[in-house]
């Protein structure tokens, strides 16, 4: 009992037991022939209900009457089959063989100190942008070629497929196959070894590999019922391909970490494609799957504690995990644990933000503007039709269909939305004030804001948690805001490669906060 109770299966100590244990004998008595009923219809679903990660059939049919009705929407898969039908225009497709492994400065001309040109069909030839003349192969440089190719692979493969699907011309379906089955033949000949930040066989760490994971999964889910594909295709794609990246993307646990919620997302999306419960189980359910993220990593305010930047990605791969979920009968948006919710993710950037709708720079995060943030809020509109959504929609004046997938924090750089389904194409106009004007104590993160709406000024005090490996030994930090322009502002950090993040950027003094001797 404790254990469905906990999973909010069954009623709890108020409910009379004798009935259910009643009832419990009765469906022990028929168990044989409910199993085998529930294996057919798995076996059946399991055959007959692709697309079911990203989108499904009724998605992809609202898909095409967007197209026909929407311009903003059709720019987007116009936009995507001019450029898929210039890169299959010169198939067939190339899938390095080559594991991208990190080498500091891997893809920077030693000559100008610039990085080099990526260029999509040139995997052993890079060109320096400052003297086009001078380029550079072999060793790093074709490597780091290799991951940045490889990766968008995955993204070309999700955007064929979702081409097909839509306007049923099979030359991208066929392309698609063809990138599918060519990882299938090389994953496993990528060695494991040469990673930072957990195992991989494409990439150098297992955050890349989930990425890219997910969106193989998505590809093949789309091109599911594809008559191209062979028995000896599906089973080298599960055995050879799916099963092993599910594998290697568990490997590495983090807990409380914007990554964890990527490593889960495989698991799921693989689980999903087979009706794998036991993949399914561990991003939902397991140790740091979903219930655990939601209602033990996230603090009580719902703001993540990683900071800013990170906040959106982790709940970009929360929506990520919550779409499949939804086409496979689960409501991870409603799911409330502890108190937590997923809408509480979308509610604590507006009691944070500044009176200049940005966030206050703490931790490895930039801060940046909720604006930015804006196309996350066309999922959350969908979702809970909050009208402090739409005014920012509104407020941003969005241009719709301009927005970022993925690990990309949605800044507006590709045409791309969070979500090309769980949206709704006709937004209405909505005013309504989004910036919060009383002051806040964010519980959890221990990051308390004093604001005075009139003269719009903030003034924080961040004393809480770290923020993980993304956290700065900055407690009792203060930062203030006034006249429109930061006066005491948190000193940021340079990349991750750079020595001066250890030897400057991460230590107290760097930061407004009491030091002793320094340190």
Same mark, same amino acid.
């Given at each position: 009992?404790?254990?469905?109770?906990?999973?909010?299966?069954?009623?709890?100590?108020?409910?009379?037991?004798?009935?259910?244990?009643? @009832?419990?004998?009765?469906?022990?008595?028929?168990?044989?022939?409910?199993?085998?009923?529930?294996?057919?219809?798995?076996?059946?679903?399991?055959?007959?209900?692709?697309?079911?990660?990203?989108?499904? &059939?009724?998605?992809?049919?609202?898909?095409?009457?967007?197209?026909?009705?929407?311009?903003?929407?059709?720019? %987007?898969?116009?936009?995507? !089959?001019?450029?898929?039908?210039?890169? %299959?225009?010169?198939?067939?497709?190339?899938?390095?063989?080559?594991?991208?492994?990190?080498?500091?400065?891997?893809?920077?001309?030693?000559?100008?100190?610039?990085?080099?040109?990526?260029?999509?069909?040139?995997?052993?030839?890079?060109?320096?942008?400052?003297?086009?003349?001078?380029?550079?192969?072999?060793?790093?440089?074709?490597?780091?070629?290799?991951?940045?190719?490889?990766?968008?692979?995955?993204?070309?493969?999700?955007?064929?497929?979702?081409?097909?699907?839509?306007?049923?011309?099979?030359?991208?379906?066929?392309?698609?196959?063809?990138?599918?089955?060519?990882?299938?033949?090389?994953?496993?000949? =990528?060695?494991?070894?040469?990673?930072?930040?957990?195992?991989?066989?494409?990439?150098?760490?297992?955050?890349?590999?989930?990425?890219?994971?997910?969106?193989?999964?998505?590809?093949?889910?789309?091109?599911?019922?594809?008559?191209?594909?062979?028995?000896?295709?599906? #089973?080298?794609? &599960?055995?050879?391909?799916?099963?092993?990246?599910?594998?290697?993307?568990?490997?590495?646990?983090?807990?409380?970490?914007?990554?964890?919620?990527?490593?889960?997302?495989?698991?799921?999306?693989?689980?999903?494609?087979?009706?794998? &419960?036991?993949?399914?189980?561990?991003?939902?359910?397991?140790?740091?799957?979903? #219930?655990?993220?939601?209602?033990?990593?996230?603090?009580?305010?719902?703001?993540?504690?990683?900071?800013?930047?990170?906040?959106?990605?982790?709940?970009?791969?929360? +929506?990520?995990?919550?779409?499949?979920?939804?086409?496979?009968?689960?409501?991870?948006?409603?799911?409330? +644990?502890?108190?937590?919710?997923?809408?509480?993710?979308?509610?604590?950037?507006?009691?944070?933000?500044?009176?200049?709708?940005?966030?206050?720079? *703490? !931790?490895?995060?930039?801060?940046?503007?909720?604006?930015? =943030?804006?196309?996350?809020?066309?999922?959350?509109?969908?979702?809970?039709?909050?009208? !402090?959504?739409?005014?920012?929609?509104?407020?941003?004046?969005? !241009?719709?269909?301009?927005?970022?997938?993925?690990?990309?924090?949605?800044?507006?750089? @590709?045409?791309?939305?969070?979500?090309?389904?769980? %949206?709704?194409?006709?937004?209405?106009?909505?005013?309504?004030?989004?910036?919060?004007?009383? *002051?806040?104590?964010?519980?959890?993160?221990?990051?308390?804001?004093?604001?005075?709406?009139?003269?719009?000024?903030?003034?924080?005090?961040?004393?809480?948690?770290?923020?993980?490996?993304?956290?700065?030994?900055?407690?009792?930090?203060?930062?203030?805001?006034?006249?429109?322009?930061?006066?005491?502002?948190?000193?940021?950090?340079? *990349?991750?490669?750079?020595? *001066?993040?250890?030897?400057?950027? &991460? #230590?107290? +003094?760097?930061?407004?906060?009491?030091?002793?001797?320094?340190?």
């Amino acid at each position: 009992y404790s254990d469905l109770e906990r999973k909010g299966y069954m009623p709890t100590e108020s409910t009379p037991r004798a009935p259910i244990r009643n @009832a419990l004998r009765v469906l022990f008595l028929i168990s044989p022939l409910v199993l085998a009923t529930c294996a057919v219809r798995l076996s059946q679903a399991q055959q007959l209900s692709h697309p079911r990660l990203m989108t499904d &059939r009724a998605g992809i049919d609202s898909a095409k009457k967007w197209i026909a009705k929407y311009p903003w929407y059709r720019n %987007i898969f116009e936009q995507h !089959k001019a450029d898929i039908d210039r890169f %299959i225009a010169r198939r067939p497709v190339y899938v390095s063989p080559l594991k991208q492994t990190y080498v500091y400065q891997m893809y920077t001309c030693p000559k100008h100190g610039v990085e080099l040109l990526y260029e999509d069909f040139r995997p052993f030839d890079h060109r320096c942008p400052a003297d086009t003349n001078e380029s550079y192969s072999g060793g790093k440089y074709d490597m780091a070629w290799a991951g940045w190719y490889n990766r968008l692979l995955g993204t070309d493969l999700v955007w064929m497929a979702l081409l097909y699907n839509v306007y049923g011309d099979q030359k991208y379906a066929e392309a698609g196959r063809e990138i599918l089955m060519k990882f299938a033949d090389l994953y496993l000949t =990528y060695t494991t070894d040469n990673t930072i930040l957990g195992p991989a066989h494409v990439f150098f760490g297992t955050l890349s590999e989930s990425f890219w994971g997910v969106d193989m999964a998505y590809g093949y889910d789309l091109l599911y019922d594809y008559e191209g594909f062979t028995p000896g295709d599906r #089973r080298a794609l &599960r055995e050879k391909l799916f099963y092993p990246l599910a594998s290697i993307t568990q490997q590495f646990p983090e807990t409380a970490s914007n990554r964890q919620l990527w490593y889960n997302n495989v698991s799921a999306a693989v689980g999903f494609l087979y009706g794998d &419960r036991r993949l399914i189980d561990f991003a939902i359910e397991g140790r740091y799957g979903f #219930r655990w993220q939601l209602g033990s990593a996230l603090p009580e305010s719902g703001f993540w504690g990683e900071w800013s930047g990170y906040h959106f990605v982790t709940l970009r791969g929360m +929506i990520c995990l919550a779409e499949m979920a939804r086409h496979n009968g689960y409501d991870l948006y409603h799911m409330e +644990i502890a108190g937590r919710t997923m809408k509480s993710m979308f509610d604590a950037p507006f009691l944070l933000m500044q009176p200049n709708n940005e966030f206050p720079r *703490s !931790k490895d995060s930039g801060g940046g503007s909720l604006l930015e =943030y804006a196309p996350f809020y066309e999922v959350g509109y969908k979702v809970y039709h909050d009208r !402090k959504y739409l005014g920012l929609l509104n407020l941003t004046r969005l !241009k719709r269909g301009t927005q970022v997938v993925g690990e990309s924090s949605a800044l507006g750089k @590709a045409p791309e939305p969070v979500s090309m389904f769980d %949206i709704d194409p006709d937004l209405p106009r909505d005013t309504v004030a989004i910036y919060t004007e009383r *002051s806040v104590n964010l519980e959890g993160n221990g990051f308390a804001i004093l604001r005075d709406s009139t003269l719009r000024t903030y003034l924080y005090l961040d004393y809480g948690i770290l923020g993980g490996e993304h956290g700065h030994p900055d407690r009792l930090q203060i930062g203030y805001y006034a006249g429109g322009r930061n006066w005491i502002v948190d000193p940021l950090n340079e *990349s991750y490669m750079y020595p *001066s993040l250890q030897l400057w950027y &991460r #230590r107290s +003094i760097a930061h407004n906060t009491l030091v002793v001797d320094e340190t």
